[in-house]
């Protein structure tokens, strides 16, 4: 090698070097520092993401401060959001927060977004059920029940219609669990989230009579009275029957009276009776 060669060999190693050093420096200088007294470092959504979606590196970035606008709890670091499902929709700039994020299972993402002690109950509906295709996953609605009621010998069947459960989280529809678009879209199932007790109510329901989903304002927390199921006999209980009504007995007319008169005419006796 000529001393040519070797100088131009020197020279690359030396801007290499040198281009490493400018680039370390400057990711230094673009990460936020908590040296400040009065900053804080917290992790931020970098890109607006749906609810259910599994996060990257490139989702993600970290951003200094005010302490005092630091929520409790804050991720400090983007490998504590790394390869964790959103449970809801985020947006741009959004600080991360454990009750944000969900840990991802083997299972389907689903599984990920139900809250602890509650299951996912899917049911058919169609374009009426389904409130005419605007039910959207993170919606929450009513559920009532029609049925008829009487039919009794020859006593017409009345509708009555009953309100079973309240405020219920739609999880999915059909088998999107993502608002990745608010336009209508007629769907033919709908997946709620609920206690084993309402799944239970929920059952007993669909084949009481017909369900309809009624669609809920997302401000509006107000309680609705629900109607109550009757309770069901235990096993080995004894069933009372109910108390036999005595039958009502038509009085009987009085008795009446008859009376034998004799009558005599001439040389002839004849006897007559007669009723009082």
Known sequence: ??????FFVLLSL??????????QNWLKQSQPTSDHPDQAVVVTM???????????????????????????????SIDQAVDKVAKFPM???????????????????LASLIEPNKRAVTIRVNDVVGVAGFLLPGNRVD????????????????????????????????QKANQDSSQPLVVRAVTLEVTLEQAESLMS???????????RNPTDDSEVSVAQASPEPQ????VTQPEAVPAKVAPRPPEQRKMKIEVIRGTAQQTVTVES
């Open 1 to 6: 090698m000529n001393t040519r060669s070797l």
């Open 14 to 23: 030396v801007f290499g070097v040198g281009a490493v050093m400018l680039a």
């Open 46 to 76: 970098s890109v607006s993401v749906p609810s259910g979606t599994v996060l990257e590196a490139k989702h993600l970035s970290l951003q200094a401060i005010p302490k005092a606008l630091a929520p409790r709890d804050a991720l400090t």
């Open 91 to 109: 947006l741009q700039g959004d600080t991360l927060h454990p009750d944000k994020l969900a840990l991802r299972g083997e299972g389907s993402v």
């Open 143 to 174: 559920v009532l029940v029609t049925f008829k009621v009487g039919n009794v010998r020859n006593v017409a069947a009345e509708t009555q219609t009953e309100v079973v459960l309240s405020n219920l989280k739609v999880l999915a529809v059909d």
């Open 205 to 215: 329901a669909r084949g009481k009579g017909t369900i309809q989903l009624a669609l």
């Open 235 to 238: 096993p080995g209980t004894p």
